[in-house]
């Protein structure tokens, strides 16, 4: 049998773990495997080679993916996808684990459609797939941000400021969330939540006048802009307010233990799907367990933010 494996669209810390586990459960089984480098884009252009154990040796470390990902306009249609069929014919490749979130989810139905096998591995930092109880990425990229509202909390308190922190999340608030929460930040605003910036500056007063030393705000970035964000604030309390952006440092960094657990846990359980007949399936983790969920049912669908932990932040951050 011969299988391959590609990483698409945004980068996530944990992709090269699961890469690995694909290699590698595959010549556990006698596979023969092939890594397409720069994603959909790639396998159009047939960015193909063959795998061994070698090629993944040292890097379930690395944040990243050594196979590199792309975005590929072309595969957007039906005659770059049929390229990308015959790429995998010519080297008589019977399935395909992609790599990647939602986005490559959609290139990966499109593919099965066509006839392809293919095992969807969820990774983004954006943590915004259904099926899935988390993502690759998300632990690591959560880490990341808590660091950085750390050490901006040491810096706020010396200087009595409110610093604005502006996190990855065009469209989900999990990012945001969790690490406004793990952060003890004082206001978490995402795209998922209304807001009123009276209420906001009022609560930011509020802290004032009992003595908080400081405040910190997380906004995702499809909630609001954290420039304007700041720049209000600043104008309606008075109060001193910085704003940081954090930008691509939130993609990088070495995987924590959660990432490399579940890129490894993932990328193993999805060639054990493709060994099953009519694969067209997302892997994902539910209540601990791994699971497989049908593409297509899992396509349109969006995971909601948890309204419970939400409300926590707020109760905890009175
Ligand atoms: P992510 O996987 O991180 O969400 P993108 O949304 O950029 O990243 O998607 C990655 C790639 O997947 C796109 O560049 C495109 O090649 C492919 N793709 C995305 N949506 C579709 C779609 N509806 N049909 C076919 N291919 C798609």
Known sequence: MKLAVLTSGGDAPGMNAAIRAVVRRSIFDGIDIFGVSHGFHGLIEGSI??????????????????????????FFTSHGRERAIAQLRRYRIEGLVVIGGDGSLRGGLALARLGLPVAVVPATIDNDMFGTDICIGFDTATNTVIQAIDRLRDTATSHE?????ETMGRHAGFLALTAGLA??????????????????????LRGLERGKAHSIIIVAEGAASGADIARRVGDVTGLDTRLTVLGHIQRGGSPTAQDRVL?????????ELLLLPDAAHM????????????????????????????????????
């Open 263 to 271: 890129g490894s846990r993932l990328g193993h359980r999805a060639v």
């Open 183 to 204: 952060g003890g930040a004082e206001t978490i605003l995402v795209p998922e939540v209304a807001w009123d910036m009276a209420a906001l500056c009022q609560r930011l």
């Open 283 to 318: 892997v994902g983790l539910q209540a601990g367990f791994d699971v497989s969920v049908r593409l297509h049912e899992v396509m349109d669908q969006r995971p909601c933010l948890d309204q419970r932990l939400y409300d926590l932040a707020q109760v905890l951050a009175i």
């Open 161 to 165: 400021r409110i610093f604005v922190v």
């Open 49 to 74: 080679e063959r795998m061994g154990l070698s090629s993944v040796a040292d890097i379930i470390h690395r944040g990243g993916t050594i196979l590199r990902s792309a975005r590929s306009p072309e």
